[in-house]
């Protein structure tokens, strides 16, 4: 369980980035906007002292969980486990290639390490609320974190689960809403106008916390402050910006969204030369 500085956070994250950019655009599909908007929170659990985990035994009862709900983002699980040592990064250049376990959804019965099969929009925190549940029952002290996009909290089961979750006092559960803005139709507010997440969460009883998601440092505090919460489930709202840090590049291109598409050979090479 590494625990990096906040600038050799940063560092990673923009190694991280590169990733997800390099991958993608040699898949030629994927959704490098959604990994990258993400990147900040995921490159902390991996690599901020946030998680117990092993490379070596990835399925040690006693670790911490970390369930991808936005599972097409997965671009952004893959290079974090890759640079966290699970598989290496030759590896991952396989993504969404013919029989390569690196699909454009995380797999659990095709790669160790992925805590749930995701992609079904919806169903990530159920499943989470699943694994606090039993880490309670088992006497085991795990936390379990999920992170949702905010167009799949348009889904109902999601706001059951949030319900369940305050009904069982799951004080070993995290939910982080990578709020940036879009979902694959359209703006998220335009599809499904929730406006803020915060106060509706808490009035289900648990902590909620709403930060930049895109600055390490606040990311990291808020981590540290869920972490100290020691008598209801934890939520932090993430907002973000899809594509961050090249939106530029992808406002020029006239889709700000860019959902589900990858980066073109010429795009993902000013996409480098702007994060590097």
Known sequence: MPELSLDDLKKKATQIRELIIRITTEAGSGHPSSSLSATEVVTALYFGGFMKYDPKNPSSPDRDRFILSK????????????????????????????????????????????????????????????????????????QTYVMLGDGEMGEGQ?????????????????????????????ATKEVLDLTEFQPK???????????????????????KTARGVNDKPTCIVSKTQKGYPVVPLLEAEGDPNYHGKPFSPELAKKALELIG
Request: proline share 3%; charged share 15%; aromatic share 8%.
């Open 71 to 142: 599972g097409h983002a997965c671009p952004v699980l893959y290079s974090a486990m890759a640079e966290a040592g699970y598989f290496t990064t030759d590896d991952i250049m396989t993504l969404r290639k013919l029989g390569s376990p690196w699909e454009g959804h995380p797999n659990m019965r095709r790669l160790p390490g992925i805590e749930a099969s995701t992609g079904s929009l919806g169903q990530g925190l159920s499943i989470g609320i699943g694994h606090a549940l039993a880490g309670k029952m088992d006497g085991r002290n795990y």
């Open 201 to 223: 969460i808490e009035a289900f009883g648990w902590h909620v916390q709403t930060i930049n998601g895109n600055d390490m440092g606040e990311v990291v505090a808020a981590l």
């Open 158 to 186: 999601v706001w059951e689960a949030i319900a369940a979750a305050e009904k069982y006092a799951l004080n070993n559960l995290t939910a982080i809403i990578d709020r940036n803005g879009y979902q694959q139709t359209g």
